[in-house]
């Protein structure tokens, strides 16, 4: 038999009218009950139908739409990077060779930036000799690259691949840097970013195509970088590109802008 | 009749409650396609409650968007011991709207919609049950919610489409604490005795 007690924190919880503490302690009572488990059921379905009881009305026809596009600019910026990626809009076919070129130019910038902290920081040479290691080891790859990109360009796989490489206009990250992969006949590109300054949560970094015969930018999505600085993901632009011109990264508030920002441009090139 | 009326609908409820909990576990992995169903399924009655507690149409569509958002998220962390989906999302519906006038602070705007009566409606003029389940079984809740005794109704109204609390509840009415927990304890006990087998 349930007492009045408990019979009152239980209408008093399925309408919402428990204080904080109230309600934490009732669930924390209501988890191991299962007599007042059933209760609640059953006042639940009293309170719904008393909500229901409300003069109906519709949301928009475009609502729907709206959430859903909201679920796909989500799934945009998720940017987990995979051992092995398949699928129609990115064909296995020059994904790793455009992922060798990709590596390719990073090679040549960080033996750049290797060189440049020399001559600079006399300080960090512990820094620069592990640069210098790693730069080795790059340099090592980068002739095996150029190898296999010259036998991959005698092959016309990546004739509709453009290659383009941004660099930071930050004061504050020089040594931002990215390389976009853009396939024209894909309509989509891989993008690659390393040495970025992470973002608050109401802050996203948007990538725009230019492409000349467009009069404004084309927005490619939004992204973040993880808490190194790096990122790669996929894109495919909003609109139909016909020449990618250049690209560039922009800092927007969360969810990107229509258009960008100009006085936050954060990366360009092409 | 009343009493197979009863039986039929409670039936063809708990079919409804398993299809919610399966797009529910379809949804916590991913599937749009259950998503959309669920969507479907449950805009119409969410968006009533919130625009009755916003009366703004925008208003009303931004806590949808959120809700079904949270949905989308928080699809997996659904406990069918506590509650059936439907449920689950009228309080997630009520909550978020409740939250979106005390972030505005429109605190006045609660008080101010609590005194109104708010299942007066024009002749005629559908609920959102109806709207969403059609003839009969609204018939069957209208009635039982129109039987509630107009004190303990308003006390369960203020409470939940309000926002209020017990102690604000009181305060506004200007009765003691206890006698609106017991209005409210007798109302939803009343509902629930004279709904059971039909929801």
Known sequence: MMDERREELAGLYVLGALAPAEQAEFEAVLGRDPELQRLVAGLYAARDALAGAVLAAAPSPGLKQRILAELAARDQKVVPLPARETGRDFPAIWLPWALAAAALVLCVVLYQAESGLKAKVREQAARIEALNQMADALRSETNM????????????????VRIALLNSLLEDSPKAVAVSLWDNQQQS??????????????????????????????????????????VRLQFKPDKRINTAGKFAVTLEPKGGLPAPTLKNLVLMGG | MVLFKVKMFGDENQTVVDQD??????????????FSRFYEQHCKLLFSIAFRILNDQKEAEDVLQEVFLQIWDKAGSYNPALG???????????????????AHERRSRLLESASTEILARAPGAATANEAVHGRADPELVSSAVAELPADQRKAIEMAFFSGL?????????????????ARIRRGMLKLRERLEGVL
Do not use: C, M
């Open chain 1, 145 to 160: 690259l150029q190898q296999a990109v010259a036998v991959l360009r005698q092959t016309t796989k990546l004739a509709d």
């Open chain 1, 189 to 230: 590109g891989v993008f690659v970013v390393q040495n970025l300054k992470p973002l608050p949560t109401d802050r996203d970094y948007q990538l725009w195509v230019l492409d000349p015969q467009n009069p404004a930018p084309v927005s490619a999505g939004v992204f973040q970088v993880d808490p190194q600085g790096n």
């Open chain 2, 21 to 34: 909990v399966a797009l529910l576990r379809s949804i916590s992995e991913g599937d749009r396609g259950a």
């Open chain 2, 84 to 102: 059936r989906p439907g449920s689950w999302a009228v309080t997630l519906t009520r909550n978020k709207a409740i939250d979106h006038i005390r």
């Open chain 2, 165 to 181: 609390t017990q102690h604000e509840i009181s305060e506004s009415l200007n009765e003691p604490l206890g006698t609106i927990k």
